[in-house]
């Protein structure tokens, strides 16, 4: 699945602006994270129109890539999600970074994963039993 990435300058109002972007062209935000610095932020979406998504904020002058990301479906159970990163670590896979979406899907909580071996990672997590969500999923 695919994640948008957005550079933001830390100022009052760049965040209400992007939404509003996305907004204004038809796209549902279905989660997001934020993480900064004292002179920027990155954005990072996942949303139903990506490439809409994309080009509407390149439209408006802002900086936006993709990346390649997981949805892991995990349990709820205490535990799970430490033995899924012991698998990965065991096989050499590094998450580069992860994020949860609120709710849950068909029981399970959502983590969306950034891995440096994304298609290695997600064949030992589904040999693993851990379902993979499609963005139509979440």
């Given at each position: 699945?695919?994640?948008?990435?957005?550079?933001?300058?830390?100022?009052?109002?760049h965040l209400a602006e992007v939404t509003g972007i996305l907004d204004a062209a038809?796209?549902?935000?279905?989660?997001?994270?934020?993480?900064?610095?004292?002179?920027?932020?990155?954005?990072?979406?996942?949303?139903?129109?990506?490439?809409?998504?994309?080009?509407?904020?390149?439209?408006?002058?802002?900086?936006?890539?993709?990346?390649?990301?997981?949805?892991?479906?995990?349990?709820?159970?205490?535990?799970?999600?430490?033995?899924?990163?012991?698998?990965?670590?065991?096989?050499?896979?590094?998450?580069?970074?992860?994020?949860?979406?609120?709710?849950?899907?068909?029981?399970?909580?959502?983590?969306?994963?950034?891995?440096?071996?994304?298609?290695?990672?997600?064949?030992?997590?589904?040999?693993?039993?851990?379902?993979i969500f499609s963005s139509s999923e979440i």
């Amino acid at each position: 699945m695919e994640q948008l990435s957005v550079l933001l300058e830390n100022k009052v109002g760049h965040l209400a602006e992007v939404t509003g972007i996305l907004d204004a062209a038809g796209v549902r935000i279905k989660t997001l994270v934020l993480a900064d610095t004292s002179e920027f932020g990155i954005l990072r979406l996942i949303v139903d129109k990506t490439e809409e998504a994309y080009r509407a904020l390149h439209d408006k002058g802002f900086t936006a890539g993709r990346t390649e990301v997981v949805a892991l479906g995990l349990d709820t159970e205490a535990g799970r999600l430490r033995a899924i990163l012991a698998l990965l670590g065991e096989s050499a896979i590094n998450v580069e970074y992860m994020y949860a979406c609120p709710g849950s899907t068909g029981g399970k909580n959502v983590i969306i994963c950034r891995f440096d071996k994304i298609e290695k990672a997600v064949d030992i997590l589904q040999a693993n039993g851990v379902h993979i969500f499609s963005s139509s999923e979440i």
